[in-house]
């Protein structure tokens, strides 16, 4: 089995003709065309999926690397942006100002 194309967990299991992560749920067809997996999926803690512009809220404290302080639970991120990659969310902090998130560490709004 592929990796998963979302967290490359290796658990991957297939279920009738689709390919199904176990770590983040993500879900896919193997066999669809490969234009389709061009499209961004981003997924917040409950497996709801985001979209540009969304507003979402930090479940959890977050140490961010050369801060003073925690973004604490509870934040609320307008307008955020998604990206490829590990940190999936560009957006912009009150106090804190342009920042990448992962998507697990946020509810959507
Ligand atoms: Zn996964």
Known sequence: MPNCPKC?????YE????????ECAYE???????EDSDELVVLDSNGTRLADGDSVT???DLKVKGA???IKQGTR??????????????CKVD??????LKS???KKL
């Open 8 to 12: 490359q967990s290796e658990y991957v």
């Open 15 to 22: 279920d009738r003709d689709l390919y199904i992560c176990p």
């Open 28 to 34: 896919w067809n193997p066999n669809e065309t490969v």
């Open 58 to 60: 930090v479940i959890k």
């Open 68 to 70: 003073p302080k925690d």
């Open 77 to 90: 991120v307008k307008n955020i942006r998604l990206v490829e990659g590990d940190h999936n969310i560009d």
């Open 95 to 100: 106090g804190f100002g342009a920042m990448k």
């Open 104 to 106: 697990e560490f946020v």
